[in-house]
Structure formats: C-alpha cells, structure tokens
C-alpha cells in the first residue's frame, strides 16, 4: 500500500528556510494531489497547501508569501520550503495524499510526521 | 485558522454512544463535503469518514458522519477504549480558498 516519509532538518534557524521533502513508496506519485499540514504542539491542524503532480498549487493564503511546493515525479517526492521561519512555525509537519475534486476534498494517507523546531 | 467549532471535549462509558458537532459557515460545511480525522496520542490523524458519510475501507461501522445545513456531525457507537483520541473535521472553505479543520474534540472512554 501507499506509505508516506517526511524528511528533512530537525532544527532550523531563526530567520531561514525550513525545506522538507516526502517521499511516496509503493504506488505512484503521479495523477494525484499532495498536502502539507502542520501541527503545533497540543494545538490544530493548519492546512499549508497542496500541489498537483501536472503541476497546479494551492497555497494557504496565510503563508503564500513564505511557501513553495514542488514536486519531482522521478524521485516520486515532493517537497515543501518554507521561508523566514520564526518560532510560531516550530510545529509536526505532516505530508498527506488528497483525495480532492469539486466540493470534496480528503486526506487519506498521512505520513508519521516530522518535527521541526525553529531556535535562534 | 480555525473556522469550524467543534466541541473540546466528550466523554462516555464503554459501549455508549458519542456525537462530536463541526459548526461552520455557507462558504465552508454549507457548500462543501465533510471529513473526519481521527488522531491517536503521538500519531499522524487518520480519516474516518470522507463525502459526509462515507467510511474508507477498514473502518468499522460503529463511526457515522452526517451533514445539515452548515454543521456537520461525527458519530461514535460501541465506544472501546482504543476510541479515545482527537477528533477534527475538515472541509475546503470557498471564501478563504483554504483547507480548514476544526478545533478538535477529545473523547474520553470513562
């Protein structure tokens, strides 16, 4: 079945870019959408925005200035920069497969998730 | 940001029943379909129900979805102990052209 692996540098610096990578194993990356969420410590979920593997993104208005997603259908990853951090981005960051078309959307499978803690 | 009110916290006794409400808006749950996360302590969530009441393979009937108006309503029968976790709703909310959860709800088996 289709797992997902979130990847990337535990501790980031104030100020710099927060880069994570996930990787799709046993199944194609391809014809489907893909989401980061972030998840503070005992707080909610934010939704960071999705990227199509032909190409289309969505990105969370809050953070539009500050994201990037991209997408590498040879390696079956995609990938997520997140610049400028400070310590409100300290968070779980989730990859996940969107099941989404008009009026739905769904996330039917999540990777473990990967904390990342911004410190000066 | 959270635009969908869920309640903090449900409580019940094994076997019993539990409902968990999302209240929301015409741009969001009024127009758009529904799903449900539930998430284990330490665990990435895990969806439950999707399309308002739709369950993914693999989950027990005893979790329903349903959605009125600009609410929706996650339901638990034949609570188990393995049941107590965090529970959100989510939903594409079409003014904010963003993915939107809910605040969560914390079921407790007593």
């Known amino acids: 079945q289709v797992q997902l692996q979130e990847s990337g540098p535990g501790l980031v610096k104030t100020s710099e870019t927060l880069s994570l990578t996930c990787t799709v194993s046993?199944?194609?990356?391809?014809?489907?959408?893909w989401s980061w969420i972030r998840q503070p410590a005992g707080k909610g979920l934010e939704w960071l925005g999705r990227?199509?593997?032909?190409?289309?993104?969505n990105y969370n208005p809050s953070l539009k200035s500050r994201v990037t997603m991209s997408v590498d259908t040879s390696k079956n990853q995609f990938s997520l920069r997140l610049s400028s951090v400070t310590a409100a981005d300290t968070a779980v960051y989730y990859c996940?497969?969107?099941?989404?078309?008009?009026?739905?959307?769904?996330?039917?499978?999540w990777g473990q998730g990967t904390m990342v803690t911004v410190s000066s | 940001q959270s635009v969908l009110t869920q309640p903090p916290s449900v409580s019940a006794a094994p076997g019993q029943k539990v409902t968990i409400s999302c209240s929301g808006s015409?741009?969001?749950?009024?127009?758009?379909?529904v799903s449900w996360y539930q998430q284990l302590p330490g665990t990435a969530p895990k969806l439950l129900i999707y399309?308002?009441?739709k369950r993914p393979s693999g989950i027990p009937d005893r979790f329903s979805g349903s959605r009125s108006g600009t609410s929706a309503t996650l339901g638990i029968t034949g609570l188990q102990t393995g049941d107590e976790a965090d529970y959100y709703c989510?939903?594409?909310?079409?003014?904010?052209?963003?993915?939107?959860f809910g605040t969560g709800t914390k079921v407790t088996v007593l």
């Open positions: 989510g939903t594409w909310d079409s003014s904010l052209s963003v993915e939107v």
């Open positions: 990227i199509y593997t032909s190409g289309g993104i």
């Open positions: 046993g199944g194609s990356i391809s014809s489907y959408y």
């Open positions: 015409s741009s969001n749950i009024g127009n758009n379909y």
């Open positions: 996940a497969r969107e099941d989404y078309g008009p009026l739905r959307s769904a996330f039917d499978i």
């Open positions: 399309d308002n009441n």
